[in-house]
């Protein structure tokens, strides 16, 4: 029922309907409401971002940050994944052990690295790491082997090694795995990585966004809300652009 083949265009009609219900709501029936600002108002916001806030710079921060870090987790983890012995005693017993931290929750792991570090761009992007590393092992630990028996089984059978077979065949059926995880997870990395920005209070984001909260600024804010739910957006598109050219296979 839910399955439509007109997606695209359904989902441009309902985009007008809102829009057109926000502007006669906000510019003809409710003007100057501090429930929710007009369109215009919008505007005048998006052009004082970029013209007092330094808009851009913050844009840079958190965006490198976000993708940065993804883009590093996965490259360490597919250099090192190579000499990884999955079978060997110590690394089923040692596997497991992370799960026992993933209870915390990841905001409080973020305010202990504010304490440490304080203001810096390092503190974010150790965060981001960290939650990245976390992404990746999920996708490592659910990965079920078996239904790639036929391939290891064919590898070993012409002499490969256990490091060419983990790189060339395990790796590549778990790297599409990880990139979906990440599509699925990419709104919760973008709002946990903003919400970093907004306790720490030195750059990015969630700086501003903090800023148009103490000022009381509901146009910045929803300014800002627009302009990031415009970005996560492309940012999907570009995932998945790379997903369907580059890691189709799985």
Known sequence: ?????????????????????????????????QVFPSP??????????????????????????????????I??????FSFVDFHSKFVKYFLPIPNFFLIVPEIIIGLLLIFWLGDSYFGKLIYAVIISGTL???????????????????AKSVGLSDQIINRKIIWKFIEPDILNDFLNKH???????????????????????????????????????????ILVFLGDQLLKVVRNKYLFWN
């Open 75 to 80: 490259l360490i983890v597919k250099a090192k």
């Open 187 to 229: 709104t919760f990395f973008w709002s946990t990585i903003i919400a970093f920005e907004f306790i720490q209070n030195y750059n990015g984001i969630g700086f501003i966004l903090r800023q148009a909260l103490e000022y009381h600024d509901i146009s910045l804010i929803v300014s800002l809300l627009l302009l990031i739910t």
């Open 40 to 73: 215009s108002l919008v505007i005048i916001s998006i052009n004082d971002l970029f013209k007092n806030y330094n808009f851009l710079s913050h844009l840079v921060s958190t965006v490198s940050i976000v993708y940065i870090s993804m883009i590093a987790i």
């Open 136 to 154: 990746v092992y999920k996708s490592l630990v659910k990965f079920d082997e078996n239904k790639i028996t036929d391939h290891i089984i064919a």
């Open 1 to 33: 029922m839910f399955n439509n083949p007109n997606k695209v265009k359904t989902n441009f009609y309902v985009m007008i309907l809102l829009l057109s219900i926000w502007i006669i709501l906000t510019e003809l029936f409710f003007p100057g409401t």
